[in-house]
């Protein structure tokens, strides 16, 4: 995850259009964190050509505001559009996949290491 300056607790809003002036280039990682406050991470990723992600330790949500696609969530694989809302358990694979060239999501991290499944089945 990437670290800009603003980030913040004292920062309490972000539009898409400052949050997609963070992201590196287009040979670079297409994800910038833009918010920051207690297990909240909030980034904007928008990937070219393919997803190379791996599972994440924390939960996951995405938000689609732009681009549609498919989106592969462990063995299930759904379409997706804007508007969307898609949640990922920590440690699941998942990616997006055959998506459109103009692909922007929210995505939030939140919660401990292993996800909200790891307290349920903490002693």
């Known amino acids: 995850m990437s670290s800009p300056d603003r980030v913040g607790p004292e920062k309490r809003r972000v539009g898409v259009a400052e ?47 732009q681009g549609q696609g498919e989106f ?22 998942h990616r997006f996949e055959n998506f459109t060239q103009d692909l922007v999501v929210w995505v939030m991290f939140y919660g401990p290491e292993g996800g909200e499944a790891a307290l349920a089945s903490a002693p």
């Open 19 to 65: 949050a997609m002036r963070q992201l590196p280039g287009p040979n670079g990682d297409r994800f910038a964190t833009v918010l920051r406050h207690g297990t909240l991470d909030i980034e904007i990723y928008a990937p070219r050509g393919t997803d190379p992600q791996k599972p994440h330790t924390r939960d996951e949500v995405y938000v689609v505001v």
């Open 72 to 93: 592969r969530n462990g063995s299930k694989i759904e379409r997706f559009g804007p508007g969307d809302v898609l949640f990922v358990p920590a440690l699941e694979d």
